[in-house]
T-cell receptor
């Protein structure tokens, strides 16, 4: 199916564990983004990517790692999960030349216990 | 960098009333202002946007106005319906790479 998909939808993990959230888009959009959504903070940018192998930090990157070896995939890894990383994570993509026309995935709700 | 403030955080209206959500931004160079609607359990979805060369844009029951001098823009929903109940986010461009900076969101509740 065409679109942007995130997996898993829900995840519970323990403090200190490594966890990877997956994001896959079928449009070959150049730009991809990871945001976290927390009450009172709205959507905050964690990392973004302009193309394969080009990534950069956003507003709240600490504790997260990303990679983009293929245009369609943009996984987000929490190297050692902390309770403060409990959040809803959204992946988004946009095509080059379509300024800011983001399409968001359905999100991953992550709970760190 | 860009800072976006959004008000109110919650808004309750009766069906058929109008709803207005306001946002302010800090970077006078910003030139694109989208609004996203997030329904329960879903990701945000773009519903309308405006560029800095126009002052108002309408799409059926929704409209966005922009005041560049005051650096604020607003979402107007007329004849609200229960299905308009959602969280609405405004946004403005961040620095570089097609980044968006989002407001903190407004939870709109439309009561029948």
């Amino acid at each position: 199916d065409a679109g942007i998909t995130q997996s898993p939808r829900y995840k519970i993990t323990e403090t200190g564990r490594q966890v990877t959230l997956m994001c896959h888009q079928t449009w070959s959009h150049s730009y991809m983004f990871w945001y976290r959504q927390d009450l009172g903070h709205g959507l905050r940018l964690i990392y973004y990517s302009a193309a394969a192998d080009i990534t950069d930090k956003g507003e709240v990157p600490d504790g997260y790692v990303v990679s983009r070896s293929k245009t369609e995939n943009f996984p987000l890894t929490l190297e050692s999960a902390t309770r403060s990383q409990t959040s809803v994570y959204f992946c988004a993509s946009s095509e080059s030349g379509n300024e800011y026309g983001y399409t968001f995935g359905s999100g991953t709700r992550l709970t760190v216990v | 960098g860009e800072n976006v403030e959004q008000h109110p955080s919650t808004l309750s209206v009766q069906e058929g009333d109008s709803a207005v959500i306001k946002c302010t931004y800090s970077d006078s160079a910003s030139n694109y202002f989208p609004w996203y609607k997030q329904e329960l359990g879903k990701g945000p979805q773009l519903i309308i946007d405006i560029r800095s060369n126009v002052g108002e844009k309408k799409d059926q029951r929704i409209a966005v106005t922009l005041n560049k001098t005051a650096k604020h823009f607003s979402l107007h929903i007329t004849e609200t319906q229960p299905e308009d109940s959602a969280v609405y986010f405004c946004a403005a461009p961040g620095t570089g790479f097609q980044k968006l900076v989002f407001g903190t969101g407004t939870r709109l509740l439309v009561s029948p």
